[in-house]
């Protein structure tokens, strides 16, 4: 049950990496145009507000993605000399302080976009964008971020108390950085 939720966080995750990779493709092709424009004397401006926005939300959302596809980068010169099952408990522990910062920040989050909301704030630029519209979206990612870590590390510690640590590490572990040193 554990290896069928993480297989299904990993297919949704992949789709919304697809919407977010779009999201960034509709911005580059953006500021393309506004380049192109200003070698004609015009501008559609704001185009560096845009970029950034687009870039906070897309950030925010692809750290779960990220996650799940083992894509953080790690130091684990302890982990690499320890057998599987020291692995995994190392694992379990970079997980769980991940996931309890990832938390803290989404927790964080919402004072800034409730601050917004009330005040109705918006952007000191010419713009001026209310910034709960950029808000709302980078809050949701840092959640979501938050949930995706919380069900990562419950899914991987069921596989640890039911002895498959072969597949807790698979779930959690660092290859990337062993895979480097072979």
Known sequence: MAQDILTKLRALNRSLAILIGIGLLLCATYVLADI????????????????????????????AFALLELGHVRIDILRSRMATRGRVLFDLFSMLVLTLT??????????????????????????????????????????????ISWATLLAALALFLKGQFDETESAIGAFAEQDALL
């Open 102 to 147: 990832i938390t803290l920040i989404a927790f964080e989050c919402w004072p800034v976009l409730a601050k917004s909301i009330a005040n109705q704030s918006r952007a000191n630029t010419v713009l001026e964008t209310p910034l709960w519209l950029v808000q709302l979206p980078w809050f949701a990612g840092w959640t979501w971020f938050a949930l």
């Open 36 to 63: 192109v424009l200003r070698q004609f004397g015009a501008s559609f401006g704001g185009t560096d507000e845009i970029s950034g926005y687009t870039m906070a939300i897309a950030s925010a959302w692809g750290m």
